[in-house]
């Protein structure tokens, strides 16, 4: 969808705040010397620098995005700022970004498509990646000043949103080989993006950085959407063995994948490596397990989508007692409560509880997603 030539670049202040992904403990001069070198640009003819689009898509909009990955009560508060605001967050003008395509005649069904995500500012392709993205027929599209100091909704996700949409009106692609990737601060960007946008991604690549999901920090998306990551999703974590922090950090983020019903998912530890990009075995090892395929045993998914619906529902009703009770402040602490865990899954109801509990008693600011932080 061709939007206007000049969209603001500036989105309100309430989404921008909406989260940043910070600079973690290594400093500037350390990702300078350890991560620009591994990032250095592979030397092929089919790998195009400063790249420029035109294309803009409604799924890259200011207000798609908060919808799908902000808490409902944080949406609802932010819309007349939407309202107010032009469409896209991003002006494509000023924006470049590389796009690698493999050698030779596209596959009969298509090209699979990789959109990374880098914590590092320029766009480029990594270190001895080209070889095992050609094997594999995958496009890989980076931009520039993404990295892990650019603002994450005004920034980050819509450029790897806009990346995705202008490699696949260019080049065929296979829906069902769309991948989200990244790099440490990037990975953890990604793990939000395939969350809230399982509609485009069929799988997330997760090297050396991830959180756990649910609750404001990072927000399940509305129900169907997340019905739809719990299905079709299959993230795999790549990490090094010696980036201990990290290993750390990906078992957490197991833990709540489970908690949350979301099962296809599976890891690769890359030997004798630190918090650095993934090498090219390593690479080809995560590649071969995101394409695998993976069915989700129907009773266990609907097992523990169940006892989700009964916690929800427990919430729900704490929160109905409160207000039938004339309790407001407590009503309201529920009702934020419900938002700050349950997400978009929980919009419905939450919707409802605010029909239901006096204007007065609805004044509370629910506090915007957290920031995450660490390497």
């Known amino acids: 969808?061709?939007?206007?030539?000049?969209?603001?670049?500036?989105?309100?202040?309430?989404?921008?705040?909406?989260?940043?992904?910070?600079l973690h403990t290594l400093r500037v001069a350390i990702w300078l010397g350890v991560f620009g070198a591994a990032a250095?640009?592979?030397?092929?003819?089919?790998?195009?620098?400063?790249?420029?689009?035109?294309?803009?898509?409604?799924?890259?909009?200011?207000?798609?995005?908060?919808?799908?990955?902000?808490?409902?009560?944080?949406?609802r508060r932010i819309q007349p700022d939407l309202a107010n605001a032009r469409p896209q967050p991003i002006d494509l003008s000023g924006e470049k970004f590389l796009v690698h395509v493999p050698d030779g005649a596209p596959p009969v069904q298509g090209y699979g498509l990789l959109v990374f995500i880098p914590p590092w500012q320029q766009a480029s392709?990594?270190?001895?990646?080209?070889?095992?993205?050609?094997?594999?027929?995958?496009?890989?599209?980076?931009?520039?000043?993404?990295g892990n100091d650019a603002g994450m909704l005004d920034r980050r996700v819509p450029l790897a949103l806009l990346g995705y949409e202008n490699v696949r009106s260019r080049y065929p692609i296979d829906a069902n080989r769309v991948y989200i990737g990244g790099m440490s601060g990037g990975s953890r960007v990604a793990l939000r993006v395939a969350l809230?946008?399982?509609?485009?991604?069929?799988?997330?690549?997760?090297?050396?950085?991830?959180?756990?999901?649910g609750g404001d920090e990072v927000a399940l998306p509305p129900l169907d959407l997340f019905h739809r990551f719990q299905e079709s999703t299959r993230l795999v974590f790549l990490t090094g063995a010696?980036?201990?922090?990290?290993?750390?950090?990906?078992?957490?983020?197991?833990?709540s994948l489970r908690g949350w019903c979301v099962f296809d998912f599976d890891s690769v530890t890359i030997p004798r490596r630190g918090h650095e990009i993934a090498d090219a075995a390593g690479l080809a090892q995560a590649?071969?397990?995101?394409?695998?395929?993976?069915?989700?045993?129907?009773?266990?998914?609907?097992?523990?989508?169940a006892a989700l619906d009964e916690e929800l529902a427990s919430k729900?009703?704490?929160?109905?007692?409160?207000?039938?009770?004339?309790e407001h402040d407590r009503a309201v602490a529920e009702i934020t409560a419900i938002d700050a865990r349950f997400g978009g899954m929980a919009e419905q109801a939450?919707?409802?509880?605010r029909d239901q509990t006096p204007p007065s008693a609805t004044k509370t600011k629910p506090a915007p997603p957290a920031a995450p932080s660490g390497p």
């Open 40 to 75: 250095a640009n592979a030397a092929s003819d089919n790998t195009a620098k400063n790249v420029t689009f035109n294309t803009y898509s409604p799924l890259s909009s200011s207000a798609e995005m908060a919808r799908r990955m902000l808490t409902p009560l944080t949406y």
């Open 316 to 326: 729900v009703a704490g929160a109905r007692t409160a207000i039938r009770e004339g």
């Open 350 to 353: 939450i919707a409802t509880l």
């Open 242 to 255: 010696r980036d201990e922090v990290n290993m750390h950090n990906d078992l957490q983020s197991q833990t």
């Open 125 to 146: 392709l990594p270190k001895d990646w080209a070889g095992v993205l050609d094997r594999h027929d995958l496009i890989f599209v980076t931009a520039a000043n993404s």
């Open 287 to 305: 590649l071969k397990k995101l394409e695998q395929p993976f069915a989700v045993e129907p009773g266990k998914l609907a097992q523990c989508r």
């Open 1 to 22: 969808m061709q939007m206007r030539d000049s969209p603001n670049a500036d989105i309100p202040a309430a989404l921008q705040c909406a989260r940043r992904i910070v």
């Open 196 to 213: 809230a946008y399982p509609d485009v991604f069929r799988g997330a690549l997760l090297n050396a950085g991830s959180d756990p999901i």
